[in-house]
């Protein structure tokens, strides 16, 4: 089964933002002498920002939501 048009342009874009950020790490190791040390240390840290907003994230949905069903559960409505 051959995959949809968009499906195709997903996965081309997703290789091509990859390589992008394969040329940029090359460039920032082999052309500007960036320590390979230090951009490991870069991307866990990005990696760590990006986990802990994350899990932010997940933390005020969960609130939100059992908020709201403790309103429903108190005062019958509450929302929707």
């Known amino acids: 089964m051959a995959a949809s048009r968009a499906t195709r342009r997903f996965r081309r874009s997703m290789v091509l933002g ?8 090359w ?13 490991a240390e870069l991307a866990l840290g990005s990696a760590v920002g990006a986990l802990v907003v994350i899990a932010a994230a997940a933390l005020a949905v969960a609130l939100w939501v059992g908020l709201r069903r403790l309103a429903r559960r108190l005062w019958g409505g509450g929302g929707r």
């Open 18 to 25: 990859i390589a992008c950020l394969a040329v940029l790490l």
């Open 27 to 39: 460039a920032a190791v082999d052309q500007f002498g960036v320590a390979p040390e230090t951009v």
